[in-house]
């Protein structure tokens, strides 16, 4: 019985109840303005239909465009997405209509967006991947990024809508994510480049052998050959789809512009997402691999050279890492694509099959009209270790399906196959008004398949030819008359394949015909279109893909131009290495505007590389042609480059002359970002000299110079030699908290290369004050964004710098691995000052090991080079640190590295690190001689 209240109890009964619901009502409001912030509903439901325009057949509709599973994917209530449904119905953005399903015999309702929808979804997803949202990496840190960049760095087909949906309050968590996507999987897919079939009739006796074949455990690989368009690709990706969930899973699709290091990135990628990240760590130490690569014909070096260079140099180190990793891995290859092999790529797979068929579960399926010689066919068989399937033409009741579901009944269906000769491709080409009249494929084509064609269709299908790889359904609608509708009707015909969510590529027979067809001034018609659509995304990846269809359409003129204004920023987002190809291609035409531009851009391309005798024969070709053109400004700069890299090689009174000749012209136009660069490099050399007195000097000038010019780069490299120089002068909680400065505004300027190396300084701050995992945590960010641009010198310097910090730890194992990596490259750049340091650090590890002899075999080594640099201040301290670890060996040894030590620290011209170094090593000797 319920209890009695008087009225006053009743009403405050009433309030709380009333305010309870409004607190939870406001709570729900809260938590769908939190959802909405991102994306309403509305934009949701927007973006999750686009990547399914492509369906319009009414006999196979996906699952995710049936209301159900759209409100289970967005998390929304049925009512509220309904409401939003019929509004987007009403405005025209929304059509339904009744489709099979994949989950039911009855057709369903299905939601597809009309062609002012897709515009819609188009401009929608535009606005929205430059939303800026938080990202948490996998080290717990925090940092602001567009939405449109995170998808690519998942690399497992994640869209837009997707991470949208994982943001938790403005937050998004990568580890997380991933976690969650293995957990729901079980296992890693990584099928990028793997195309979408619409559907797949027949070949039921090939999939029971590739299912035999998988759980066989002799078996280890598969080939599946025949002819042009017979179904190769289609039944690898049924049974890949299959098979994903049974194994961890990667497509590897290979084409015409397929190199190895293309093949290698992608297999890295897939074996980081295994834990496995060896590979990958490799590929991203040694950037220099992309430029090795089987160049253009319009580069300098020659194929054969490429090849002969990258095998010489890496090979041996790719196939070991390789075959490392690949133990007791679980996993399926697939590999599409294979008559396409050629030269070192085959090489590679050749080894990765060796090693392949080695491991219990992994497995090979091989793709193609051919199969190279990648393996003893015979012997493979007659060990087990080989199945191979010869696909032939369809038998007529699975041809039937297909033709019934293009539109062909009765007797038309014995025709249409006894034409065709029950090839899939042409099943799936071929127009059901019209009759067959030929079965040659290229009469075909011509005759049956293009000739049906609209004009807008046939327009498109020359569009895609001049693209070697799928691209995004945006790029079409530049040329006029191609729309959504377009698109659609295409995919129906089975003309355009959708190789991704919204990215489309056509059949390699088709693509060749056409590509064949287009020719002269239509084909750089074309290509210019292309790069006008991606020049004007606004991104640094787009504005490289743009520079390439220019320079394919040679136009050089407006490749030149673009260069111009964009050619140094795409350098500093760490694009180097593309723009060095683009450059090799545009190096036949010697004679264009602005060529002392270029000349610089390559230049910088070579110093990042670090082929630095190239870097200096283009900076002086730039400096030879600014002085024919009287631009200060060019010859300022090029004199600053040149006196970098002779600073880094040690020829320090050259560079300095160089810096002082730059700061003149500088100071002479008024250009005040020169100037501060010309002081900040003046400071920097004179401080590495141990000449703190005249450093100072120049590092005031520096910063007051840097902070009224207002660019922020030339802020952040201020205060990084300000805060290097206070490390040197021992005032090393200040120097930390402005390298910490430093760090901020080289995130603000957006210059990645300056940004490493502000990292790499900062954790030398930690090491000196023995905060070593801390240290370690910032020259982690100093490598990955070095490898990243390609900046082989601070991937070096960071290398170098983490061996120290391990050598610390103690992890000798891992310190060894950073010397080995940092000491190649240090020998390729010529830089003998840390080469020594090398050579001295791998005598430490020595050492630690009790291996004396070696230790004092680098030891020597590291003695010989530093006294070549001429620095003595570097010198004495080589002396007594070398005579401080010789004297438990043998004292009459370590005191005379001590002396020599003593003598030589009156040859420092700066008084103040002359006396710290002599008091340091008076110590050491006065604690020699007592402990006697």
């Known amino acids: 019985m319920l209890p009695l209240y008087n009225p006053y109890q009743r009403f405050c009964l009433f309030e709380r109840i009333l305010s309870s619901w409004h607190h939870m009502g406001a709570m729900r409001r809260s938590y769908r303005y939190q959802r909405k912030k991102l994306f309403p509903l509305r934009e949701a439901v927007i973006l999750h239909l686009e990547p399914f325009s492509s369906y319009v057949n009414p006999y196979d509709m ?50 597809i967006l009309t062609e002012v929808g897709m515009k819609e979804a188009r401009s929608l997803r535009m606005r929205a991947r430059d939303k800026r949202i938080q990202l948490k990496d996998e080290a717990g840190k925090i940092f602001e990024v567009r939405l449109g960049d995170i998808p690519m760095g998942l690399r497992d087909g994640s869209s837009l809508l997707d991470i949208a949906l994982s943001v938790h309050k403005g937050v998004f968590d990568k580890q997380a994510y991933i976690e969650q996507i293995k957990r729901e999987s079980g296992f890693i897919c990584l099928d990028d480049h793997k195309p979408t079939i619409r559907y797949f009739f027949g070949r039921e006796e090939e999939q029971e052998q590739i299912m035999e074949w998988f759980e066989s455990d002799m078996e280890k690989i598969l080939e599946i050959k025949g002819v042009a368009g017979i179904g190769k690709t289609s039944l690898a990706v049924t049974v890949f789809n299959e098979l994903k969930d049974r194994s961890n899973t990667i497509w590897l699709n290979l084409n015409e512009q397929s190199t190895l290091i293309s093949v290698l990135e992608e297999i890295a990628a897939f074996l980081s997402l295994l834990g496995r990240k060896k590979l990958d760590t490799y590929l991203k130490s040694h950037p220099e691999m992309r430029s090795e690569d089987p160049l253009e014909p319009h580069g300098k070096m020659g194929t054969e050279d490429a090849l002969k260079s990258l095998e010489e140099k890496r090979s041996e180190d790719i196939l070991y890492i390789f ?58 068989k007659r060990q087990g270790l080989l199945r191979r399937i010869v696909l032939r033409k369809l038998n007529y009741e699975d041809a039937k399906e297909i033709l019934q579901l293009r539109g062909v009944e009765g007797w038309r269906q014995r025709e249409a196959y006894k034409r065709t000769g029950g090839l899939p491709l042409f099943l799936d080409l071929m127009d059901p008004a019209h009759e067959f009249k030929t079965t040659d494929i290229e009469r075909f084509l011509e005759e049956e398949v293009l000739s049906q064609l609209s004009p807008s269709e046939m327009r ?113 987002k760490g694009h180097s290495r593309d723009l060095y190809q683009i450059l090799l291609r545009l190096d036949i035409e010697r004679k264009f505007p602005n060529e002392s ?60 002359k160089s810096l002082l000749d730059s700061a003149k012209i500088s100071e002479e136009i008024s250009n005040l970002e020169g100037l501060a660069e010309c002081y900040c490099g003046i400071a920097s ?81 930690y090491y000196d004050m023995e905060k070593n995992e801390e240290a370690l945590e910032n020259y982690d960010k100093a490598l990955e964004v070095a490898r990243r641009t390609g900046d082989a010198r601070s991937t070096a310097y960071t290398l170098a710098n983490m061996a120290s910090a391990y050598i610390e730890k103690p992890d000798l194992v891992k310190a060894e691995q950073c010397l080995d990596e940092a000491a190649e490259i240090f020998q390729e750049l010529k830089e003998n000052r840390m080469v020594a340091s090398n050579y001295l650090q791998y005598g430490f590890i020595h050492n630690m090991r009790g291996e004396w002899d070696k230790a004092q075999g680098y030891f020597k080594k590291s003695i010989n080079l530093i ?62 001689t007592q402990s006697k």
């Open 867 to 928: 006294k070549k640099s001429g620095k003595s201040a570097d010198l004495s301290e080589y002396y007594m640190t070398i005579g401080q670890l010789t004297l438990d060996k043998d004292r009459r040894k370590g005191l005379a590295y001590l002396r020599k030590a003593s003598a030589i620290t009156d040859e420092i011209g700066d008084i103040k690190l002359r006396e710290s170094l002599r008091s340091r090593v008076q110590s050491a000797l006065s604690e020699a």
């Open 323 to 380: 075959g490392n990793e690949c133990k007791d891995l679980e996993a399926l290859f697939v590999v599409d694509g294979c008559e396409k092999t050629q030269n070192n790529l085959a090489q590679f797979l050749r080894f990765a099959i060796g090693k392949l068929c080695d491991c219990d579960r992994t497995k090979m399926i091989l793709v193609g009209r051919t199969i190279p010689k990648l393996y003893d066919g015979q012997k493979f």
């Open 597 to 656: 531009e270029l000349a610089f851009l390559k230049g910088e391309c070579e110093n990042i590389r670090g082929s630095w005798d190239e870097a200096i024969i283009e900076y002086n070709r730039c400096l030879s042609l600014n002085d024919k053109e009287d631009n200060h400004t060019g010859i300022s700069i090029s004199l600053r480059r040149i006196a970098e890299i002779q600073s880094w090689r040690g020829n320090y009174e050259a560079s300095l």
């Open 62 to 111: 996906p699952e995710a465009t049936c209301q159900e599973a759209i409100s289970t994917l967005l998390s929304a209530s049925r009512g509220n997405l309904s409401r939003v449904m019929n509004e987007l119905k009403r405005e025209g953005l929304l059509d339904d209509r009744r489709a099979h399903v994949p989950i039911g015999k009855l057709r369903r309702k299905t939601y």
């Open 460 to 572: 498109l299908m020359r569009v895609i030819s001049i693209f070697g790889r799928p691209v995004h359904s945006d790029a079409f609608f530049q040329w006029r008359g191609v729309k959504h509708s377009t698109v659609r009707s295409l995919v129906e015909k089975s003309l355009l394949l959708e190789a991704a969510p919204m990215y489309y590529q056509t059949h390699d027979v088709l693509r060749d015909f056409i590509g064949k067809e287009l020719k002269g001034r239509t084909r750089k018609t074309y290509h210019k279109k292309a790069a006008e659509f991606f020049l004007d995304q606004g991104d640094v990846e787009s504005t490289v893909q743009g520079l390439s269809h220019l320079t394919d359409a040679g136009d050089v003129k407006r490749v030149v131009s673009v260069l111009r204004e964009e050619g140094r920023h795409i350098i500093a």
């Open 685 to 765: 050399l004179l401080t590495t000299k141990g000449d703190l007195q005249r450093a100072q000097v120049y590092v005031d000038k520096c910063l007051e110079t840097a902070e009224i010019s207002g660019n922020m780069t030339e802020v952040a490299k201020a205060h990084r030699i300000l805060g290097v120089f206070k490390e040197r002068s021992g005032k090393k909680k200040e120097s930390l908290r402005i390298k910490r400065k430093a760090v901020k505004y080289a995130k603000e300027s957006g210059d990645l290369i300056l940004l490493s190396n502000c990292y790499n300084n900062l954790g030398v701050s």
